[in-house]
């Protein structure tokens, strides 16, 4: 079955850090350019993060440059987000998502994680 | 950075009807990399549409997707009552990878 689970969300302090992780099975994660993106409650979708196969390129949004760092394991099929100096704003459910690829072209985000929760709050 | 908006932000419609989604870039979209995701409460979002106007694996033809460079549509050709939720667009060509503000299709 293919799928992404994600993992690591949780209750965290301003200022403080968490991981999430991604777990991919089902197609082939090393070949995948990868992407994080998030909803704040009762908001709209956001991007946050971006990463290709090999790593060689990563991207991420203005509002997180400089605290969170988009990372993969192939060997382990993971994908990571590193989240430093969280702030309340910050506060959203966190999705990994995989950028698909028909005939060489790109064709959207295919296949979406169940979500993991990250609350900052003192 | 590539700004979406999304018009309306809700509609009303009854089941059996027509819709037409709009979605307008701030600049070119490249290569048409467009894409159209539906959300239910509760659930991560679900590709419909990419590069415009090719449906996602296993999309009833009821969905259709068309446009380029700032111009884009979502068209369901007959709402089934499954289909009320809300839809995003998305520009994946120009990184960052921006989502419009959603239209939120609700059961009149």
């Known amino acids: 079955e293919v799928q992404l689970v994600e993992s690591g969300g949780g209750l965290v302090k301003p200022g403080g850090s968490l991981r999430l992780s991604c777990a991919a099975s089902?197609?082939?994660?090393?070949?995948?350019?990868m992407n994080w993106v998030r909803q704040a409650p009762g908001k709209g979708l956001e991007w946050v993060s971006s990463?290709?196969?090999?790593?060689?390129?990563?991207y991420s949004a203005d509002s997180v440059k400089g605290r969170f760092v988009i990372s993969r394991d192939n060997a382990r099929n993971s994908l990571y987000l590193q989240m430093d100096s969280l702030r309340t704003e910050d506060t959203a459910v966190y999705y990994c998502?995989?950028?698909?690829?028909?005939?060489?072209?790109?064709?959207?985000?295919?296949?979406w994680g169940q979500g993991t929760m990250v609350a900052v709050s003192s | 950075e590539i700004v979406l908006t999304q018009s309306p932000g809700t509609l009303s419609l009854s089941p059996g009807e027509r819709v037409t989604l709009s979605c307008r870039a701030s600049?070119?979209?490249?290569?048409?990399?467009l894409a159209w995701y539906q959300q239910k409460p509760g659930l991560a979002p679900r590709l419909l549409i990419y590069?415009?106007?090719n449906r996602a694996t296993g999309l009833p033809d009821r969905f259709s997707g068309s446009g380029s460079g700032t111009d884009f549509t979502l068209t369901i050709s007959r709402l089934e009552p499954e289909d009320f939720a809300v839809y995003y667009c998305?520009?994946?060509?120009?990184?960052?990878?921006?989502f419009g503000q959603g239209t939120t299709l609700e059961i009149k």
């Open positions: 600049q070119s979209v490249v290569s048409r990399y």
């Open positions: 998305q520009q994946y060509g120009t990184s960052p990878y921006t």
């Open positions: 089902g197609f082939i994660f090393s070949s995948s350019t």
């Open positions: 998502a995989r950028l698909a690829a028909v005939g060489g072209l790109r064709a959207g985000f295919d296949i």
């Open positions: 990463i290709t196969a090999s790593s060689f390129d990563t």
């Open positions: 590069g415009a106007s």
